[in-house]
């Protein structure tokens, strides 16, 4: 993929021009390659659940990778430990310390009358031999991978101090065959379900901040077009079909409107629109292209790349008094913020040479820290703890995504097979 050499040529067609570059494949179900680790890594042992043998979908499993995909545990090795504690009271912590382990995960999965099962779990500090937690679900077998995934989210929240992030879903767009899909995945990858599929590239998929719905451009009508879908219903209405492009769509966090970037009064300007289309107000008028919004969490506030300085760089727009301030400086190409989940900093995608690579900025300092070495590194969604970044990349001359953690040290790949996968997002943390 060649880069236009001015920000002129619209970033929805840059991405359109980055799927084009896919072969037909099978559902871009996407695999998880841990390509670089933390630094300090918590040792902990993840006991099978006493039962869990008898049920398709293996907990421990699910858990245990959840947990190592992090980059920040190590798992120790439960095997050769007789009996298997199911337990708090069973375990006995000397034989866990002297193989290592810090944290021990005990449970039991028991089958219920009315055929559903109680998934039981214990999280124990081995060291210093006291209980961190100890929940209790009755589900369907059919909801094991949900429930691992929530418990792989209370270990790292009490190990860690920070939220989990393993039940969350992401959203992509693959191209398969001369199909565009966009899908919805769990966190790691797994059941992938289509949402929406055109002969035409989609783009910019967005999460709205109640995790139900999900705007995003289509080109199918041979033109950019804003739609909003349910994903409960796969209903979707037309947001935004004006005059010229309608593009990169943003929600604000109450959900009640989003941002997006509009050509119907000339040139590329930032609007604000209600979530079902009415209400549209234009945000600024300058001669620049103005695009790529991004609400800070306290929706006071917007970030967005123009070129309204020669180059393409990133600005934020109070939106209370209307104040415009320059947030890059270094550089010819700085574009595509996101705000930190925490409000303290943002991710952008700066180019420095002839490479593109994801870079973080701290508000305060406003130091720079390039967390990724690729050619082609773009589009980045946080996730919702604010400790990794999802983004798009290249590998093998096709486009998969890969995910960084905001400190740079743990590294991802995700590729789905023979599959061309692009314009990442992650969504919210479930209610």
Known sequence: MIRPPRFFAALVWIAALALALASTAP????????????????????????????????????????????????????????????????????????????????????????????????????????????????????????????????????????????????????????????????????????????????????????????????????????????????????????RGSNSAPAWAPDGSRLAVTLSRDGGSQLYLINADGSGVQRLMSSAAIDTEANFAPDGKSILFTSDRGGSPQIYRLTLGNGAVERMTFDGSYNVSPRHLPDGKGFVFVRRDGGRFNVAIEDFATRQVQVLTQGTIDESPSVAPNGKLILYASANGGRGILAAVSSDGRVKQRLTAAASDVREPAWGPLPK
């Open 27 to 242: 559902r871009a179900q996407l695999t998880i390659e841990i390509i670089g680790g933390g630094g300090t890594t918590v040792p902990i042992a993840i006991v099978p659940f006493a039962g869990e043998a008898n049920y398709p979908y293996p907990l421990t499993g699910i858990v245990g990778a959840d947990l190592a995909r992090s980059g920040l545990f190590k798992l120790i090795d439960p095997a050769g430990v007789n009996p298997r504690p199911a337990r708090a009271d069973d375990v006995r912590f000397g034989e866990w310390t002297a193989r290592g382990a810090d944290a021990v995960v005990v449970g039991s999965v028991t089958p219920q009358a009315d055929g559903r099962v109680e998934v039981r779990f214990f999280l124990l500090d081995a060291v210093k031999q006291t209980q961190l937690a100890g929940f209790s679900y009755v589900v369907a077998p059919s909801q094991f991978r949900p429930t691992a995934h929530k418990i792989a989210d209370i270990i790292y929240e009490k190990l860690t101090g920070d939220a989990g992030v393993f039940s969350t879903r992401i959203a992509y767009i693959a191209k398969q065959g001369p199909r565009y899909e966009l899908l919805v995945a769990e966190a790691d990858g797994y059941n992938a379900q289509v949402i929406v599929t055109s002969n035409e590239p989609l783009l910019s998929p967005v999460w709205s901040p109640d995790g139900m719905r999900i705007a995003y451009v289509s080109l199918e009508n041979k033109k950019p077009i804003i739609y909003v879908q349910s994903l409960a219903t796969g209903q979707r209405q037309v947001l935004a079909n004006f």
